[in-house]
């Protein structure tokens, strides 16, 4: 049997494990320096970019094991598979 971990595809942390998302993701978000942070909307590009790609699943890349929601949060990081800059 499937664990719960396993079941979803292409979902982002906050998406399949919200707790998870908040315990681990939301804080370190708040960390970020202004100076370093993407702006919302190429944020939000960038996850759209993430959430239709196969190598998404519970919220990590695949390609690199990044979450992707802290990734794309950096404004000089980029998808390893230059799907979003
Ligand atoms: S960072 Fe790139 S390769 Fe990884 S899930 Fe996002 S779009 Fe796909």
């Known amino acids: 049997m ?3 971990k396993t079941k979803c595809k292409r979902c982002l ?3 399949a494990f919200p707790e998870d998302y908040e315990k681990y993701v939301a804080g370190l978000l708040l960390k970020i320096p202004e100076n370093a942070k993407t702006p919302n909307a190429q944020y939000h590009e960038r996850l759209d970019v993430c959430s239709a790609c196969d190598q998404l699943q519970n919220g990590t890349c695949m390609g690199c094991g990044c979450l992707v929601e802290l990734r794309a949060a950096y404004r000089k990081e980029k998808c390893p598979f230059q799907k979003w800059a």
């Open 13 to 15: 942390l906050r998406e």
């Open 2 to 4: 499937q664990s719960e």
